[in-house]
């Protein structure tokens, strides 16, 4: 269409959230026919899809990044930052270090999967390392590593930091969103044969049982119902924060390009890169204070709602075209996700580590906290915390790590 429909971006926000509701609503809906849809369409897909649609269609206009522009730069770092508040290290501590152990075995298979799969499918089609503009493959598949590690957040990080094309990056969420969620489904489909794991690695599950207990006696005593004051006070800290991280990023960025021209290639120029990085900092300092109290009024939800709107602002600049035409994009995730599932798995039977561990820790990382929960209630409700625990770790971890995966793509590309 030579014309756009919609071109107020109030209009297009007000849409896009119309958009976000009609997803969670009919996601979350028992009428048979949703819950067969989304059986086979994940509702984070639609997020992203529908209102690339939208552009492709010509309802919206994708050229207009002043609605991505607010949601990066404000709702980003203070989601992150909301997210990150939730990180309890006394409990993951009490989960012993195998529950750890794992975790990181997990983020250890997205960094050095990344790789492997690009050196294997490159052997095959040389293109893929050809080029080094904003759609290399390899600038692509940082977004991806952020994802897997951390989540939304961290994947727009390394989709500014890097410079990510929208055409790669288009394809690189579809081969993340799909690729994540068959993974996903192969660790359900594990889960009643978790008992026979266990036993045939000799797994001791005696701490996984007490922690059971543990968090179902947590959840009863801390849960409530946010009020006014609660709500603003959780903004005041998200959005305190960003603004902080804001201030400190516009003097470190300039510093080190006037100190340290050598370090622009490690992204250290990029005032972006020390926003992500500041607003995670700062939000795992605030873990440590009473803010932490803030999750049981709900801190991660409003951190999650502002990821989705994030989510959205991203799928209008998506080319539906190039993900019909990358058939090569998946097979790197496959054997991405494949070098990933391995690493987890070996490690797994090699420390004699109980499935719950093993499934929640990988899903922790591809998944985040939007989906870890999900993995770990499969074994008992009352350990959905438990893989959200893990997944802030990964949201800690999630910019740093995949940056570093970053690093190590783009020397191969040179």
Known sequence: MSEVMITNPASVLGLLMV???????????????????????????????VPSLLNTFGVIDGGDKSLYYVASRFLLPAALVLLTLNLDLKAIASLGPKAIVMFLAGTVGIVVGAPVALLLVSSLFPEL?????????WRGMTTVAGS?????????????????????????????????????????????????????????????????????????????????RDLMIILAVGFGATGLAHYGADWLAPWFAAHFPELEKYSLHSSF???????????????????????????????????????ATIG???????????????????????????????VAKLIRAPLFYMAV?????????????????????????????????GYVLGTYMAWFCGQILQAMAQ
């Open 148 to 228: 897997w590690i951390g989540g939304g957040a961290n994947q727009t990080a390394m989709k500014e930091i890097y410079g990510v094309g929208d055409t790669i990056f288009s394809a690189m969420v579809a081969v993340d969103v799909l690729v994540a969620n068959a993974w996903m489904a192969v660790l359900l489909v594990m889960v009643p044969r978790a008992h026979a794991w266990d036993k045939k690695v000799q797994a001791d599950t005696t701490a996984l049982e007490t922690l059971q207990r543990r968090m179902a006696a947590w959840q009863e005593e801390h849960a409530k119902i946010p009020l006014l």
């Open 129 to 137: 390392l050809n080029g080094n503009g904003p759609d290399a493959v």
């Open 19 to 49: 958009v976000l509701g009609a997803v969670f609503y009919t996601s979350t809906s028992t009428h048979p026919f949703w819950r067969r849809f989304y059986r086979y369409i994940p509702a984070l897909l639609l997020c992203y899809f």
């Open 273 to 311: 890169f020390w926003l992500m990085v500041m607003a995670t900092t700062l939000g795992v300092l605030l873990s440590l204070t009473r803010a932490h109290k803030l999750e049981a009024v709900g801190a991660s939800r409003v951190g999650s709602a502002f990821i989705y709107v994030l989510v």
């Open 316 to 346: 209008m600049h998506m080319d539906i075209g190039a993900i019909l035409d990358s058939p090569l994009y998946f097979l790197l995730g496959a054997i991405w996700m494949l070098v990933h599932a391995t690493i987890m798995l070996g």
């Open 361 to 393: 820790g990988s899903q922790a990382n591809v998944g985040g906290a939007a989906s870890a929960p999900v993995v770990a209630s499969a074994f008992h409700p009352a350990l959905a915390p438990v893989g959200v625990l893990l997944a802030v770790l």
